[in-house]
Structures are given as C-alpha cells and as structure tokens.
C-alpha cells in the first residue's frame, strides 16, 4: 500500500508541476513523514514517486542516503527531532556535529516539520536555552518558569572557550578511560621528608601532586605513543614531554604547559608548575603558555574522587586524571594489609593509541610512582 513499484524513482531536484497544485505542499504518507521527521529531512521539498507525486518512504530514504554522516552527539539530537541536516558538515571527513545542526536551525536554512504541524516544515528558532546536545527540546515556552530564582549567565570568554572544546574534544575523538592505582606509600614517605627537609634546599612546598608530575615526564617517553598529537591525516610524536598541568581559576579551567618537562629536575618542574599556577589565578597567563602541551594532566584528588573520565584536549591523545589516596587491602608478606593507593585515570583517544600500549603506560607509571624514591635516584 506505501509502495508502488511501478513507478520510477523521480530526481530530488525535479522542481513540482506548474500546474495549480504547485502552489500546495506535496503530500506525504504518514510513513514518509514519520521517517523524515526522525532523520531530518524536509519531506515537503521533496518530489515524490508516489500516486500524485506523493512523497513516500522510498523518497524520504533515498534522501537519507546523500546526507553526510553524523557524529554520535548529531545523532542523538536528531533523534529528539526539530533539526535538519546541512549538506555539508564541519566535523572530520565532513560529518555533522551538534554545532552544525544548531547552526542550520539558527539561520532558518534548515528546520524539520513539528510533530503535529500541517505538511508545511516549520521553521523555528532554537532557544539558547535547548541547545545543549544533552537535553530534550522543552515542549513548553522558558518563559512559563519563574523568574525570580533564575540567574542567567552569558557563555562567553573562557566558559565559552572551555564549552567549545569539550563538545569538540567529545564529538572529534573516540575517548577510551582506563583506571588504575599505585601503592603510594613511598610517594607519602617522600612527601613527608620533603616537607621536614632544611628550608634552605627549596623542598618544602613540593607536593604530592609534583610528585606524579615528575613520575609522568619521566615514564612518558618510554610511551612515545601517547605523547603526541594527532591531526587527522598524522600523529605526532614528541621525545620531549611538553606538560599541560590542569589549574581551577574563578574564570574556568586553564591548561598551561610546563615545556621540556621530561628534562626538569624534581625542584625546577615544582617551581614552574607553581609559576604557571599563580600565573593562572592572577589572570597574567599568556597565550603560548597556554599552548603547545603533548600530554595533559588534571588532579581531583583533593576532593576524594576515587576515579572519574578526564576528557581529551585535542590534538592531545592522552590525559591523566589523578585521584584520591585510600587504603586498599593488599597482600605484603604472605598476608593482607590496608595499603594506600592512588588512583590513577587514563584517558586515550582510541583512535591513534590501542588498549594495551595504553595499559603497559599506566602499569609503568604506577610502579615508578610506587618507587618514586628510585625515580628520582636515577
């Protein structure tokens, strides 16, 4: 009944009969609209091969097939429905991302026929508020929302600039997060000497945090791997460790990048870290500070998060998160003991780095910050 097999598929871009009934929308089988409204189509635009010119599934499928693919995000947007897919996309090999998509609504180009609406494709303005990929466009008005208790905050300066990377960082990247822990009991034990050593070696204010630092520069390079960048077309591999040290400023999350960070001493990588980090806070921190980094990594620690899913910064292929210290039952001498760990998460873009090179990564580094005294010995 939806189909007729005897009648030939007609060119998309057949313009409607001159006839009086040009000036009506081409009729659409519930089937075909069903469809298009899902995949985002404009069924109205197009020339159906149906009985009358009807648009039917066959027509609405055949218009799916020349669209460009869509990233995961894209997808789930276009399954909530209310958009239309452009021609062209901006993301890699010319997918469509969620930008894309807000984009091709915003200007009026594109849009998709209200469930409910006449054959007439509505084109509708989406609110700032819906264009986040993650949620559902609200069926009713914002405005029906009190007031009163709502603080609106513009996107912009560095929220904007973070905001954009992480949806990019998320819709360019296949993000694979491994977790692990390392026996911390020396990195505790070296901490403490640390801060009880004579002020005068400048070793007091090294911290726990240093200490991975020093113990990622150090293992990385044995990883080449994963200190690089990919571009898309070729990976870059780095000898040296450029490291991005994520800091928390009022402003929002900054990554500056302590340079040759594999070549530093214990002291010399604290001292600039800590640089970089006043520099952050004060709003003094410079552009290429900011750039340049082959390797990132974040510590939530502090707040006793046991694991969590650091996200990429591209064109970086890996990022550490660092995690809480807690005690963990470990086997020492033939028995079970309460062993501190800290926990350690790795995050790699899947594409360029397998599983394996990624693990070995992880367990090299558990055991040089398990032996951190040795590290440093060497």
């Known amino acids: 009944e939806e189909e007729s097999p005897h009648v030939a598929v007609q060119s998309l871009n057949l313009p409607i009969s001159q006839s009086p009934i040009s000036n009506l929308q081409s009729p659409v089988s519930p089937r075909a609209r069903h469809l298009a409204e899902r995949k985002g189509v404009d069924a109205a635009a197009l020339a159906g091969s149906g009985p009358g010119g009807r648009v039917i599934e066959r027509d609405v499928l055949a218009a799916i097939a020349t669209q460009p693919k869509l990233t995961p995000v894209a997808k789930a947007m276009m399954a909530e429905g209310g958009f239309a897919v452009p021609a062209q996309g901006s993301g890699p090999g010319g997918r469509v991302t969620s930008r894309d998509l807000v984009k091709e609504r915003e200007t009026g180009r594109g849009g998709a026929e209200e469930r409910g609406s006449s054959e007439a494709a509505a084109r509708v303005s989406l609110p700032a508020s819906a264009q986040s990929p993650n949620l559902s466009i609200s069926q009713s008005p914002i405005s029906n929302l009190p007031s009163a208790d709502v603080e609106v905050i513009a996107v912009k300066g560095v929220r904007k600039v973070i905001a954009e990377r992480m949806l990019q960082s998320l819709q360019t990247t296949a993000q694979l997060t491994l977790n692990a822990s390392a026996d911390a009991r020396a990195l505790q034990a070296l901490r403490k000497r640390l801060k009880e050593s004579p002020e005068a070696l400048g070793l007091r204010g090294i911290t726990i945090n240093d200490l991975v630092l020093f113990a990622v520069a150090r293992t990385l390079p044995a990883f080449p791997s994963l200190n690089a960048l990919f571009t898309g077309a070729e990976i870059h591999q780095y000898r040296s460790v450029h490291l991005g040290v994520a800091v928390d400023t009022a402003k929002g999350l900054m990554v500056p990048v302590v340079r040759d960070a594999s070549s530093l001493t214990l002291r010399q990588l604290s001292t600039e870290a ?42 970086q292929v ?56 040795l590290l440093l010995a060497g």
């Not at 970089?276 to 510590?299: H, Q, R, S, W, Y």
């Not at 005690?327 to 594409?351: C, F, M, R, W």
């Open 274 to 315: 800590k640089r970089l980090a006043a520099a952050c806070l004060e709003g003094k921190i410079t552009p290429d500070e900011l750039n340049g980094g082959t390797f990132t990594v974040t510590n939530l620690g502090a707040f006793g998060i046991e694991s969590f899913t650091p996200v990429l910064n591209p064109p």
């Open 318 to 373: 890996g990022i550490l998160g660092v995690c809480n210290i807690q005690a963990k039952p470990t086997e020492v001498d033939g028995e079970y003991k309460l062993v501190p760990h800290i926990g350690l998460s790795l995050t790699i873009n899947h594409q360029v780095v397998d599983g394996a090179p990624a693990a070995r990564f992880l367990q090299a580094l558990g055991q040089a910050i398990s032996s951190i005294d």
